[in-house]
């Protein structure tokens, strides 16, 4: 079984193989020509160019101003406390979709619901191949529609199959031949809805609204804050189903889900057709949040 695991890493390593170095870092290093080839790849010559000469003035800025680490930039900044809040708390809420916990035990969940544990084990195959399929769909979304509505859309959608699998399991009590099925039905729509909407936007997001300075800072606090929580509701998910059952267990993730909704609309900021050196800005000085962005000039 562990055999079986190291075939996804040795695919990673293979891919990363070919993964080219960061344009920022490599106009850093005044390598420009190598800069420019990346940025052709995935723009246009003349927007390749264009986010060229932005790159080249947001280091000669920071080449005069006098470099402090991660943390005391934040520490002088409320703008960037800010940011990276809003980072951890995506992050979290990603989790507390329960997304990880039901594909860690959706079998668990299946019995739960009515199915026999033979007959679980082969239904729980229908969320792993709709994941598949949404993240196809969430690759194609990301240059299409906004990371804000990506969020919103994703966290309504979510947050509704929560309540219809909470609703449904009172429904229709156990022993219903149609239960276990619309929970099967209802589980398959969150997963895709997480996958298409959710899983994938929210590593760009993040990917996208730190500024260079602290950059890895805000990452891995909003990583480590993430993890924290799968690992919490990887523990505790068991747990939970056993004492509130079905009912409570998506009730309560439904909550959670209002409460994400309410924070994505209120604090996380937009970050499609900016540049990363206009987010860099914007985050610094707090536009980020006043000022609506422009039309996409990707």
């Given at each position: 079984?562990?055999?079986?695991?190291?075939?996804?890493?040795?695919?990673?390593?293979?891919?990363?193989?070919?993964?080219?170095?960061?344009?920022?870092?490599?106009?850093?290093?005044n390598r420009y020509d190598e800069a420019l080839s990346v940025l052709e790849q995935v723009r246009t010559?003349?927007?390749?160019?264009?986010?060229?000469?932005?790159?080249?003035?947001?280091?000669?800025?920071?080449?005069?101003?006098?470099?402090?680490?991660?943390?005391?930039?934040?520490?002088?900044?409320?703008?960037?406390?800010?940011?990276?809040?809003?980072?951890?708390?995506?992050?979290?809420?990603?989790?507390?979709?329960?997304?990880?916990?039901?594909?860690?035990?959706?079998?668990?969940?299946?019995?739960?619901?009515?199915?026999?544990?033979?007959?679980?084990?082969?239904?729980?195959?229908?969320?792993?191949?709709?994941?598949?399929?949404?993240?196809?769909?969430?690759?194609?979304?990301?240059?299409?529609?906004?990371?804000?509505?990506?969020?919103?859309?994703?966290?309504?959608?979510?947050?509704?199959?929560?309540?219809?699998?909470?609703?449904?399991?009172?429904?229709?009590?156990?022993?219903?031949?149609?239960?276990?099925?619309?929970?099967?039905?209802?589980?398959?729509?969150?997963?895709?809805?997480?996958?298409?909407?959710?899983?994938?936007?929210?590593?760009?997001?993040?990917?996208?609204?730190?500024?260079?300075?602290?950059?890895?800072?805000?990452?891995?606090?909003?990583?480590?804050?993430?993890?924290?929580?799968?690992?919490?509701?990887?523990?505790?998910?068991?747990?939970?189903?056993?004492?509130?059952?079905?009912?409570?267990?998506?009730?309560?993730?439904?909550?959670?889900?209002?409460?994400?909704?309410?924070?994505?609309?209120?604090?996380?900021?937009?970050?499609?057709?900016?540049?990363?050196?206009?987010?860099?800005?914007?985050?610094?000085?707090?536009?980020?949040?006043?000022?609506?962005?422009?039309?996409?000039?990707?």
């Amino acid at each position: 079984m562990l055999a079986v695991c190291a075939l996804p890493a040795i695919a990673l390593f293979v891919g990363m193989l070919r993964v080219p170095e960061s344009p920022r870092w490599l106009a850093s290093k005044n390598r420009y020509d190598e800069a420019l080839s990346v940025l052709e790849q995935v723009r246009t010559t003349d927007r390749a160019r264009a986010e060229l000469d932005d790159i080249k003035r947001s280091n000669d800025i920071e080449a005069k101003v006098e470099r402090v680490s991660g943390w005391q930039t934040l520490r002088g900044n409320k703008w960037l406390i800010r940011i990276v809040l809003i980072g951890a708390g995506l992050g979290v809420a990603q989790q507390l979709t329960g997304i990880n916990s039901i594909m860690y035990y959706g079998q668990t969940v299946l019995i739960e619901s009515g199915f026999q544990a033979s007959a679980a084990l082969i239904a729980n195959i229908a969320p792993g191949v709709i994941a598949v399929v949404g993240g196809v769909i969430a690759l194609y979304n990301m240059e299409k529609i906004n990371r804000r509505t990506t969020l919103i859309l994703g966290f309504t959608l979510t947050t509704t199959c929560h309540f219809l699998i909470g609703i449904a399991s009172v429904a229709l009590p156990e022993g219903n031949p149609a239960r276990p099925w619309v929970i099967l039905f209802l589980v398959v729509a969150f997963v895709g809805s997480m996958q298409t909407f959710l899983n994938i936007a929210v590593w760009v997001v993040l990917s996208e609204i730190f500024p260079t300075q602290i950059r890895a800072l805000g990452m891995g606090i909003s990583v480590f804050c993430l993890w924290i929580a799968n690992a919490f509701l990887g523990l505790y998910f068991p747990t939970i189903v056993a004492a509130t059952g079905i009912t409570g267990t998506f009730f309560g993730f439904g909550i959670v889900g209002l409460l994400a909704l309410l924070f994505i609309w209120k604090f996380v900021p937009e970050s499609r057709g900016r540049t990363l050196e206009e987010v860099e800005e914007g985050v610094t000085t707090g536009n980020i949040f006043t000022v609506p962005v422009k039309a996409s000039r990707r």
